[in-house]
């Protein structure tokens, strides 16, 4: 099973980014979506959550900025970042539990 996130990037605080998660596996619409983020001398944090069927849930940090979904025609999980702040700057990573995690992309928030 493959997962490649792709969409990060450097954009100054304020902005907008979109996140993708391509996921190569059948089952991937029967399973929750997530994403994570890790900081530079920080443990990794989950960010967002969607399960197959029923509400996303997001960290407090993120909520209201964030907003997490899926494609289940495309294999794909999406995290749009609104408002971004210099401290969301962190690798981020696609994850679906039991199948694994993407290898991460970078994201980068200037003030």
């Known amino acids: 099973v493959q997962l490649q996130a792709s969409g990060g990037g450097l954009v100054q605080a304020g902005g907008s980014l979109r996140l993708s998660c391509s996921v190569s596996?059948?089952?991937?619409?029967?399973?929750?979506g997530a994403w994570f983020r890790q900081a530079p001398g920080k443990q990794r944090e989950w960010v967002a959550s969607?399960?197959?069927?029923?509400?996303?849930n997001y960290a407090l940090s993120v909520k209201g900025r964030f907003t997490i979904s899926r494609d289940n025609a495309k294999n794909t999980v999406y995290l749009q970042m609104n408002s971004l702040k210099p401290e969301d700057t962190a690798v981020y990573y696609c994850?679906?539990?039991?199948?694994?995690w993407g290898r991460g992309t970078q994201v980068t928030v200037s003030s």
């Open positions: 596996d059948s089952s991937f619409s029967r399973r929750t």
């Open positions: 994850q679906i539990p039991l199948l694994g």
């Open positions: 969607i399960p197959s069927a029923g509400d996303p």
